[in-house]
């Protein structure tokens, strides 16, 4: 446990707010907040060969007396710089203070964008340096952070650097010889150099340790839960029932050949001498929901509880809804689910608790408040987890009845390869479906740049009037000084203005209260909003079958993954449904890159060509989504990594089981630690904190 971050120097009230808002509360949250870039500081360029939009340092003299002027409400500084192969008008805003700094005959380097205005090439407030403080930086990497309006990356360098000047050093928790064997640095220089790397070697050094922890107090993880799971005894032995033979004979389509496999795999766990601890992989779209209803429906028959936890409101809301539909059609009068959320008030919380600890409610589905709200289980025998793995595996813990662990079902869209889910998850079991249901036709794409957005706004209109619906992404929720791109707030008034009034258009982002997310998703959900321009918080698991187009903007800021789970979102009816994939820029690698999902539909090929693009070792590009999530391990592109870290557990529980040589006792106590945290922090589902 680290201490308070407001213990720090230079931390007032404010910055710990602002702090505490990207998920920081004390100095060892400091530390593991990562980079999630590095600058590169290269050697100069001349100015007869600096490309427009592209960042770059140029070694100059101020060749003109200094111009100031009046743009709007900002200040301009202005001069014209120069080397010997030509010379380049630069402009600062709101910096008066340079005035005295930019004496004619004077020598800088200038670090900033180059941009076109009137025809000719200009540098829009660059950085500027001496040439000496320049070539200090030459060839280092600074760190670049996540940060939120108010929190500077100099700040947050700054913080670091004084964490690491004044800690104790946290003892190393890998024994030596595991250490030697697998060629791993230091953890202290490791987490040292992760955010200040002298070069690209120190950096991949460290990187490769910090990934193998990951990578190992995870399988170390599950594993220890596996044995206790193997140890425990089956409290909830079931007998198999009719009445899911009479869903699955009644839904409205037929069960593809893969979900009745994967059904029947389940149903055996479930009916067998032994704890279920299953993982499910399907696509999406592949047809998972129905498999987690159909247990849910088989545990309540056999006289128990069954839970449903999964990472958001708004699909909680939407599962909740699709089950209650489910067991009305099918007159299923033994089954009575609730929704137990965050948002639901202190007093219905309350009652619902009560309905779950007298047993009267069988079926629960919620969010993370499922463990959050001291919930007492009457008997619960099955939890199932969907679309967010990482936590699942570590719910049974939480989620016990008197001592009692339930049976468990995890699911995940996640294309995992076989041979590294095995590593993961190696003494889960595994079913995959593999198949798509036969009605749904292809989603059809195009990967297009910006000057394509009035057509596409066209194809939207003309979709919503025959009767469907439509998505629209933005990366951000409102406006950034630090990052340029489309933004949900402006974006909908610009739509929305230029749609005919009838069509319903609406927002819907991480920001809004939970209560106005469900209630703009029931909406969208019933057809009375047309248009909805989001955030990627519609990105898991949302069914909304009658939406037929999928518009992502600055698709370039987006991981391929990711993309995929977005597309994901439509083509889920019988109907046409399109995706289209904008970007903003000119970049070759960029449209190579979306191309990818122009070519394929399907999710472990898109995996697999992004890493190929990429290169092992490339870990700058964007990063994976999707439910498998750590802090910096990608596990396609770390699969080397992992592959090693999986021999490790391997040897070190083969040692030492229940790791009690002297050795491994820091080892044991870091697990412990793990364990532990990874259940309090899941409620941000997610490792990276990118605020969007
Ligand atoms: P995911 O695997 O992504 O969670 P869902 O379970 O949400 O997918 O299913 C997507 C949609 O497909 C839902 O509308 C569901 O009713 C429908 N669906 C599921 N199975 C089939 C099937 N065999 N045939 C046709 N539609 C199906
Ligand atoms: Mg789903």
Not at 132 to 158: C, D, F, I, R, W
Not at 233 to 249: A, D, G
Not at 291 to 319: C, D, K, R, S, W
Not at 660 to 674: G, T
Request: contains cysteine; aromatic residues 8%; proline residues 4%.
């Amino acid at each position: 446990m680290g201490k308070s971050v407001r213990e720090l120097k230079g931390v007032g009230e404010k910055t710990e707010k602002l702090l505490n808002k990207i998920g920081i509360v004390d100095t060892e949250d400091l530390l593991r907040n990562y980079p999630r870039a590095y600058d590169t500081f290269e050697e100069p360029t001349r100015i007869c060969s600096v490309k427009e939009g592209t960042l770059v340092s140029v070694r100059v003299n101020v060749v003109s007396r200094v111009y100031t002027g009046q743009a709007g409400r900002r200040a301009l500084t202005s001069v014209t710089v120069a080397d010997e192969t030509g010379r380049l008008p630069v402009t600062w805003y709101n910096a008066s203070y340079l005035r005295g700094t930019l004496k004619k005959g004077s020598a800088f380097v200038l670090r900033g964008k180059v941009s076109r205005k009137k025809g000719n090439l200009m540098m829009e407030h660059p950085d500027l340096y001496t040439p000496q403080a320049y070539q200090e930086l030459l060839h280092s990497l600074q760190p670049v952070y996540a940060l939120t309006a108010g929190l500077s990356n100099t700040t947050m360098m700054k913080l670091v650097r004084q964490v690491l000047g004044e800690a104790e050093m946290k003892t190393e928790f890998l024994p030596e010889d595991v250490r030697a064997r697998f060629h791993l640095c230091d953890f202290n220089y490791a987490l040292e150099t992760i955010h200040f790397p002298k070069n690209m070697t120190e950096l991949l050094t460290a990187r490769k340790r910090l990934v193998f922890d990951e990578f190992l107090l995870f399988i170390l993880a599950v594993r220890s839960l596996k044995t206790q799971t193997e140890a425990a005894q089956n409290c909830f032995p079931m007998r198999p029932v009719w009445t899911t033979e009479t869903v699955i004979e009644n839904l409205p389509y037929t069960l593809t050949s893969a979900q009745r496999n994967v059904w029947n795999e389940i149903e055996r766990d479930l009916t067998g001498h032994r704890l279920m601890s299953r993982l499910v992989q399907g696509d999406v779209g592949s047809g998972k929901t129905i498999l987690a209803f159909l247990a849910m429906i088989l545990t309540a028959e056999n006289g128990y509880q069954a839970a449903l936890m999964v990472p958001t409101e708004v699909l909680a809301a939407q599962h909740f809804q699709a089950l209650t539909r489910l067991l009305e059609d099918q007159s299923l009068s033994f089954c009575h689910p609730v929704l137990l959320t965050g948002s639901c008030t202190a007093r219905e919380k309350r009652e619902i608790r009560g309905t779950i600890s007298s047993g009267e409610a069988n079926l629960i589905l919620g969010t993370h408040a499922l463990i959050q709200e001291k919930v007492e289980y009457r008997n619960l025998g099955l939890v199932i987890t969907d679309e967010q793995h990482r936590f699942g595996v570590r719910q049974r813990e939480a989620l016990t009845t008197r001592g009692n662990p339930p049976h468990v079902l995890v699911m995940s869209a996640t294309p995992i390869p076989r041979t590294l889910a095995i590593i993961l998850y190696g003494d889960l079991d595994i079913s995959v479906i593999d198949q798509l249901p036969a009605t749904r036709l292809p989603v059809k794409n195009c990967v297009v740049g910006t000057s394509y957005r009035p057509k596409a706004w066209e194809f939207l209109e003309r979709q919503i009037r025959e009767g469907h619906q439509a998505y629209v992404i933005c990366p951000m929720v409102e406006e950034s000084e630090v990052m340029e791109a489309e933004n949900v707030q402006d974006y909908t008034e610009k739509i929305r203005e230029s749609m005919p009034p009838d069509i319903v258009t609406a927002s819907l982002h991480g920001k809004m209260k939970a209560g106005e997310k469900n209630y703009i998703m029931e909406e969208f959900a019933a057809g009375r909003i047309q248009l909805l321009v989001s955030t990627t918080v519609v990105e898991v698991g949302v069914n909304v079958p009658n939406a037929t187009v999928m518009m992502v903007e600055n698709s370039e800021r987006f991981g391929l993954a990711q993309l995929h789970q977005l597309r994901g979102r439509v083509g889920r009816g019988e109907w046409q449904s399109y995706c289209i994939f904008m970007y903003a820029g000119e970049d070759e690698e960029t449209k190579k890159r979306l191309e990818i999902l122009n070519r394929s539909n399907d999710g472990f090929y898109i995996a697999g060509e992004d890493l190929k693009l990429r290169g092992p070792g490339d870990f700058f590009g964007i990063r994976q989504s999707g439910d498998m999530r750590f802090r910096l391990a990608d596990i396609y592109n770390d699969a080397e990594v992992l592959k090693t870290a999986g021999r490790a557990a391997g040897e070190i529980l083969a040692l030492d089981q229940d790791l009690s040589l002297p050795q491994h006792q820091i080892l044991r106590q870091q697990l412990a630690s793990y364990m532990r945290e990874d259940l309090e922090n899941n409620s941000c589902n997610s490792g990276t904190k990118v605020v969007v």
